[in-house]
């Protein structure tokens, strides 16, 4: 049993440790964002063509990251395995592109064998790597400097710290390049149309407004027939209208309120218990925007209307919370 707690100790220690060395790595990289880091974002924002990014090994694992979150947030972007480009894939890189070589040692076989068909089409290099005097470094147009004082791991071998650097780093440039472009929440969910964000700022009001059943009543309903439009719509409100156009709304806060202020309440009609000026939305708006626009009246509901003013809907505050 001690013997159990020794080794859970000392693993617990050891977590503890290389969490430290890469949290110190990280610490020294923000000295490394300097003037460099400018002329790469500027290379790949006058770039005509996409960030192509190649690495191998690790590297590769961090590019395809790197890659990733650029497409995602307005810079296009893709990756290239550089043993796969050298048997074929080099047809998928274009003039106009911009190539983002990722390779700690900076001396990566696989990536410097690619320089030359790059400087022949006359592509941007940029280095993401950990020597400054390297071949790849040589090459290149503009240098991302990754350099750790050591790995995190035990022999100081295995990439850790390094990787953990570069990937912060290609987040970085992410979104330094984001930012510059003006990228906006509306733009990222168009990029994932499927994602919970994409449903909050993609989706419309139509598409989970209630509309069936509604809550209606006349601006000369009783209060008991308020009470029980109320209570069988199952939302807390009540719609009244005039018509079939809408006049007003009675919650249940109006409800309280006439039950307090009125020695007779139970005579009251509809029209003298209504908010007269109630938050709607058309159904064909933004869930982001309703959801914005209820926050702002501090409201849990908006009554959905058409061009006309007749309420075709409700939308509750819970239907647009991200699921």
């Known amino acids: 049993m001690q013997q159990v707690e020794h080794c859970v100790s000392k693993a617990a220690r050891i977590g503890r440790e290389v969490v430290a060395a890469e949290v110190k790595a990280l610490n020294e990289m923000a000295t490394k964002v300097n003037g460099s880091f400018g002329e790469s974002v500027d290379i790949?924002?006058?770039?005509?063509?996409?960030?192509?990014?190649?690495?191998?090994?690790?590297?590769?694992?961090?590019?395809?990251k790197i890659a990733a979150t650029m497409a995602?947030?307005?810079?296009?972007?893709?990756?290239?395995?550089?043993?796969?480009?050298?048997?074929?894939?080099?047809?998928?890189?274009?003039?106009?592109?911009?190539?983002l070589l990722i390779s700690n040692s900076g001396e990566t076989e696989e990536v410097i064998r690619l320089i030359p068909?790059?400087?022949?089409?006359?592509?941007?290099?940029?280095?993401?790597?950990?020597?400054?005097?390297?071949?790849?470094?040589?090459?290149?147009h503009a240098i991302l400097d990754v350099s750790v004082p050591h790995e995190a791991c035990?022999?100081?071998?295995a990439p850790t710290s390094s990787t953990t650097a570069a990937l912060v780093m290609g987040d970085a440039l992410a979104v330094a390049l984001s930012t510059l472009k003006e990228f906006k929440p509306e733009d990222f969910a168009r990029f994932h149309p499927g994602g919970?964000?994409?449903?909050?700022?993609?989706?419309?009001?139509?598409?989970?407004?209630?509309?069936?059943?509604l809550p209606t009543c006349g601006v000369g309903a009783t209060m008991k027939d308020v009470v029980h439009t109320i209570t069988s719509g199952r939302m807390g409100v009540a719609l009244v209208v005039k018509g079939d156009v809408l006049c007003g709304v009675i919650t249940d806060g109006d409800?309280?309120?006439?039950?307090?202020?009125?020695?007779?309440?139970?005579?009251?009609?509809?029209?003298?218990?209504?908010?007269?000026?109630?938050?709607?939305?058309?159904?064909?708006?933004?869930l982001s925007t309703a959801e914005a626009r209820m926050h702002e009246n501090k409201i849990g509901c908006l009554v959905v209307v058409d061009v006309d003013q007749k309420p075709v809907g409700i939308l509750n505050v819970h239907d647009c919370q991200v699921k």
Not at 196 to 213: A, E, F, I, T, Y
Not at 257 to 277: C, F, G, V, Y
């Open 117 to 140: 068909f790059l400087q022949d089409q006359g592509n941007k290099v940029i280095a993401m790597t950990g020597a400054m005097n390297s071949t790849l470094a040589k090459n290149a």
């Open 44 to 64: 790949i924002m006058q770039a005509k063509g996409r960030v192509v990014v190649v690495g191998m090994g690790k590297s590769g694992l961090v590019g395809k």
């Open 154 to 157: 035990n022999n100081n071998l």
């Open 72 to 99: 995602s947030t307005g810079t296009a972007s893709f990756f290239v395995h550089p043993g796969e480009a050298y048997h074929g894939d080099l047809g998928m890189i274009r003039p106009s592109d911009v190539a």
């Open 255 to 286: 409800l309280r309120r006439a039950m307090e202020n009125h020695d007779d309440p139970l005579s009251l009609k509809a029209e003298q218990i209504m908010s007269t000026s109630p938050c709607t939305i058309g159904q064909t708006e933004r």
């Open 196 to 213: 919970s964000l994409g449903r909050k700022l993609l989706g419309r009001v139509q598409d989970v407004m209630h509309n069936k059943d």
